[in-house]
């Protein structure tokens, strides 16, 4: 399988990957014998491949241009890849009740939400800057499906966790938290968010090392 046919099979299958996993009753039934840390690693590590061979696919499909590469594009994408590495530092390992998976939601304290207190779904937030960022430089067909639908996956798919959880926790305890979280305060001069956005720096530069022997171009060249 090849070109636009091994695009299409990929595409349908990242969505497939991302859809049933969290269904009921296929999520309970994999969590009661993975467990819940388990069923979070398979489910990453699913989505992992499945991403990698969508990228792959997507740069086999035919070549068709919609706008051509131009300079400033690079800028684009690495200001928004700066943007999300550093919402990815700020929100690794922190609890958000927010989410439909969740860390130590338990012990959330909406007084001292961190990113969360100013976005609910920061994961998602960074795959649609992630998204949008790259459609500049790659502005053929197959890759301006995948990163638009990336993009629009990721907006939607915010909504749709708010309604979930909604459901899940009850109208009215969901906005009081939320209200609550957003008042509070998210960050300060202290030494773990100073180290924090350190990190998101080095992932950023990691990235863009890394980027040339992984993917192909690299960012810093034009």
């Keep these: 399988m090849s070109g636009w046919g091994e695009f299409v099979a990929a595409y349908g299958v990242f969505l497939v990957s991302h859809a049933i996993p969290i269904r009921p009753p296929v ?5 009661a014998r993975l467990g819940r840390v388990g069923f979070s690693l398979a489910y990453s590590l699913l989505s992992i491949a499945v991403l990698v061979w969508l990228i792959v696919a ?20 690495l200001v928004t890849m700066a943007v999300a590495c550093l919402i990815v530092a700020l929100a690794a390992f922190q609890p958000n009740p927010f989410s439909f ?23 998602l937030a960074v795959l649609t800057l992630w998204a949008a960022g790259h459609l500049a430089p790659n502005g053929d067909l197959a890759h301006v499906v995948l990163f638009g639908g990336f993009a629009l996956f990721a907006l939607l798919g915010m909504g749709l966790i708010d309604g979930r959880r909604r459901r899940e926790m009850g109208n ?23 180290a924090r956005l350190t990190a998101g720096l080095a992932l950023l530069a990691a990235l863009i090392w890394l980027h040339p022997h992984i993917i192909g171009p690299d960012p810093l060249a034009w």
């Design 27 to 31: 999520r309970p039934f994999v969590t």
């Design 172 to 194: 009215e305890a969901w906005e009081k938290l939320a209200r609550a979280a957003g008042k509070g305060r998210s960050f300060g001069p202290n030494a773990t968010t100073f």
């Design 58 to 77: 997507a740069g086999r499909a035919p070549h068709v241009e919609l706008w051509p590469r131009a300079a400033w594009q690079n800028h684009v994408t």
């Design 101 to 123: 998976g969740g860390w130590r939601n338990a012990i959330f304290d909406p007084a001292r939400p961190g990113i969360i207190g100013l976005i609910r779904h920061p994961f």
